[in-house]
T-cell receptor, first 114, second 108 residues
Framework: EAQVTQNPRYLITVTGKKLTVTCSQN?????MSWYRQDPGLGLRQIYY???????DKGDVPEGYKVSRKEKRNFPLILESPSPNQTSLYFC?????????????FGPGTRLTVT | QQPVQSPQAVILREGEDAVINCSSS?????VHWYRQKHGEAPVFLMI?????EQKGHDKISASFNEKKQQSSLYLTASQLSYSGTYFC?????????FGTGTSLTVIP
């Protein structure tokens, strides 16, 4: 089944404790992206990747890191999480980024930083 | 750069129609529409491309006015299953921007 998977689905952590949220897609998609969703703000892009080894900042990259060593995986790293990173996170992928192809979203990761 | 959606929220009775609007301050080459049910991931509905091409949901229609940098989503004869939050999305360079969403509630 074609899908985007994320783990963990729920995470409660403390300020400053490094964490990684994994994202994997099995559709051979080139473009992958991370979004955070906060009430009233919609979905905002954190980082995106056009292809392997090519990543770039989105609209709200502060406090996050990513890597794209393999086409299928695009982990999101919070080196020193803070309470303002409490949010719902979605990973998404699309075949390419021409604007013609839809994005497929993972199920989301709800992160709480205390 | 985030598209602006209107209205922010709408409540409909089953069978009624609704229009959701999306406008951008930047030139648009394509507009995407997604629907998100509570607690779930956004799901693709439609893509509208410059030049008139469309792909996506066969029960939902949409328009794209390139000159006005606007798109509208038309939900006709609404069903209970249409409830959710609708997002438009636009591309600027290699980045993707979603609107803040329109909450649609369909009641019996």
């Amino acid at each position: 089944e074609a899908q985007v998977t994320q783990n963990p689905r729920y995470l409660i952590t403390v300020t400053g404790k490094k964490l990684t949220v994994t994202c994997s897609q099995n559709m051979n998609h080139e473009y992958m992206s991370w979004y955070r969703q906060d009430p009233g703000l919609g979905l905002r892009q954190i980082y995106y990747s056009m292809n392997v080894e090519v990543t770039d900042k989105g609209d709200v990259p502060e406090g996050y890191k990513v890597s794209r060593k393999e086409k299928r995986n695009f982990p999101l790293i919070l080196e020193s999480p803070s309470p303002n990173q409490t949010s719902l996170y979605f990973c998404a992928s699309s075949l390419s980024f021409t604007g013609y192809y839809e994005q497929y979203f993972g199920p989301g990761t709800r992160l709480t930083v205390t | 750069q985030q598209p602006v959606q209107s209205p922010q929220a709408v409540i409909l009775r089953e069978g009624e129609d609704a229009v959701i609007n999306c406008s951008s301050s930047k030139a648009l080459y394509s507009v995407h529409w997604y629907r998100q049910k509570h607690g779930e991931a956004p799901v693709f509905l439609m893509i509208l491309l410059k030049g008139g091409e469309q792909k996506g949901h066969d029960k939902i229609s949409a328009s794209f006015n390139e000159k006005k940098q606007q798109s509208s989503l038309y939900l006709t004869a609404s069903q209970l299953s249409y409830s959710g939050t609708y997002f438009c999305g636009t591309r600027t360079g290699n980045q993707f921007y979603f609107g803040t969403g329109t909450s649609l509630t369909v009641i019996p």
